[in-house]
């Protein structure tokens, strides 16, 4: 316990050295022009494509790498996959956004390393996720796992993680992000992982955020932070979202998140809120995320464009990112079209 504290502290260290050569070395300009990525998922080989080669409009491709994908082995990393789609995309002019991701919203697949499972003092590594109906936690159903984010013992390996690839493509990559802040263990306690409160895990997610811009400051280090587990603006708000935004000001760490769902009630008092208040100040961005497309307007009630889709996401929210999942026929035929008119 003493040399998990001790490490996390080094890495509370690492962050205030961060801030500072950020300000030293970053070119980032925020508030400027929108930057548009192709949100490829897990299908890297699409990066081939002429549709995305060939057009001006996307910036680079951000793609999917797993925890487990990236550390098979405690302490061994394997990157070779992030090279090959840095080189490859570098030749062709295009950027990098790296998607770490640790959470599946399925209850077969566990994005957490094997040894992370297998060893006792992981607690596990991950949690299960769950899904109930009308407040009934007594018949909730799992949803997907969570790597156990608050977990010191977890955290520790994470932010190795995040120093490994800081070691290896800091300043070379555009970006990268962590996956979504929001998770599902219930309200109530009944369905909370071991060490699991409110207030720990607000603290856990400011704590690794810190430790990837600590990590990456040159690089952009984004936090999708969309909903936080205790709270429900503005009727019930315990300042845990706000307080995740607040900080990452604080360290100029950049913030976003799924999904761009323009003038959805629940999205305008929690993300979007603080959105628009970061523009400017740190890197964000949006992503435009499975169905997103198929979104129903509430101001035209009428399936959303992808003008307003841009509009809301660049006049409204101002973010300096926008991730593009590739849902068909959407992306060929609507989106790819349009950003050739305005591009």
Same mark, same amino acid.
Request: net charge negative.
């Given at each position: 316990?003493?040399?998990?504290?001790?490490?996390?502290?080094?890495?509370?260290?690492?962050?205030?050295?961060?801030?500072?050569?950020? @300000?030293? /070395?970053?070119?980032?300009?925020?508030?400027?022009?929108?930057?548009? &990525?192709? *949100?490829? !998922?897990?299908?890297?080989? +699409?990066?081939?494509?002429?549709?995305?080669?060939?057009?001006?409009?996307?910036?680079?491709?951000? @793609?999917? /790498?797993?925890?487990?994908?990236?550390?098979?082995?405690?302490?061994? &990393?394997? *990157?070779? !996959?992030?090279?090959?789609? +840095?080189?490859?995309?570098?030749?062709?002019?295009?950027?990098?956004?790296?998607?770490?991701?640790?959470?599946?919203?399925?209850?077969?697949?566990?994005?957490?390393?094997?040894?992370?499972?297998?060893?006792?003092?992981?607690?596990?590594?991950?949690?299960?996720?769950?899904?109930?109906?009308?407040?009934?936690?007594?018949?909730?159903?799992?949803?997907?796992?969570?790597?156990?984010?608050?977990?010191?013992?977890?955290?520790?390996?994470?932010?190795?993680?995040?120093?490994?690839?800081?070691?290896?493509?800091?300043?070379?990559?555009?970006?990268?992000?962590?996956?979504?802040?929001?998770?599902?263990?219930?309200?109530?306690?009944?369905?909370?992982?071991?060490?699991?409160?409110?207030?720990?895990?607000?603290?856990?997610?400011?704590?690794?955020?810190?430790?990837?811009?600590?990590?990456?400051?040159?690089?952009?280090?984004?936090?999708?932070?969309?909903?936080?587990?205790?709270?429900?603006?503005?009727?019930?708000?315990?300042?845990?979202?706000?307080?995740?935004?607040?900080?990452?000001?604080?360290?100029?760490?950049?913030?976003?998140?799924?999904?761009?769902?323009?003038?959805?009630?629940?999205?305008?008092?929690?993300?979007?809120?603080?959105?628009?208040?970061?523009?400017?100040?740190?890197?964000?961005?949006?992503?435009?995320?499975?169905?997103?497309?198929?979104?129903?307007?509430?101001?035209?009630?009428?399936?959303?464009?992808?003008?307003?889709?841009?509009?809301?996401?660049?006049?409204?929210?101002?973010?300096?990112?926008?991730?593009?999942?590739?849902?068909?026929?959407?992306?060929?035929?609507?989106?790819?079209?349009?950003?050739?008119?305005?591009?």
């Amino acid at each position: 316990m003493v040399n998990r504290k001790k490490y996390l502290f080094i890495s509370l260290l690492k962050v205030m050295i961060s801030f500072f050569l950020t @300000l030293l /070395y970053s070119t980032f300009t925020y508030a400027g022009n929108t930057h548009h &990525y192709v *949100f490829f !998922n897990l299908d890297r080989e +699409l990066i081939k494509d002429a549709s995305f080669l060939e057009n001006n409009a996307f910036e680079g491709a951000q @793609l999917k /790498y797993t925890w487990r994908e990236l550390e098979p082995e405690e302490n061994v &990393y394997a *990157f070779q !996959n992030i090279k090959n789609d +840095l080189d490859f995309l570098n030749q062709h002019g295009k950027k990098l956004f790296i998607q770490l991701q640790d959470v599946t919203f399925d209850s077969l697949l566990i994005n957490v390393p094997l040894y992370l499972l297998q060893d006792e003092k992981y607690h596990g590594g991950a949690d299960k996720q769950y899904l109930y109906e009308d407040n009934k936690e007594q018949d909730a159903i799992a949803e997907g796992w969570v790597a156990r984010r608050w977990d010191p013992a977890v955290q520790e390996r994470l932010h190795k993680l995040f120093f490994a690839l800081g070691q290896e493509f800091d300043g070379k990559i555009e970006g990268i992000n962590l996956a979504e802040t929001a998770v599902s263990f219930g309200e109530s306690g009944i369905l909370f992982p071991k060490g699991f409160t409110f207030e720990i895990y607000r603290d856990a997610i400011i704590t690794n955020m810190q430790a990837l811009k600590a990590a990456l400051p040159k690089s952009v280090a984004l936090q999708y932070a969309n909903f936080m587990p205790g709270e429900w603006r503005p009727w019930d708000d315990r300042s845990y979202l706000a307080t995740v935004y607040q900080k990452a000001q604080e360290f100029n760490i950049g913030v976003g998140g799924p999904d761009l769902l323009p003038y959805k009630k629940g999205q305008m008092n929690h993300c979007y809120h603080f959105l628009r208040e970061c523009a400017g100040l740190v890197p964000t961005g949006i992503a435009v995320q499975w169905d997103n497309y198929k979104y129903i307007n509430p101001k035209t009630e009428k399936e959303i464009t992808i003008q307003e889709l841009i509009e809301f996401a660049k006049d409204y929210l101002k973010v300096d990112y926008i991730f593009w999942c590739t849902q068909e026929p959407y992306y060929s035929q609507q989106l790819i079209p349009y950003l050739k008119t305005i591009h």
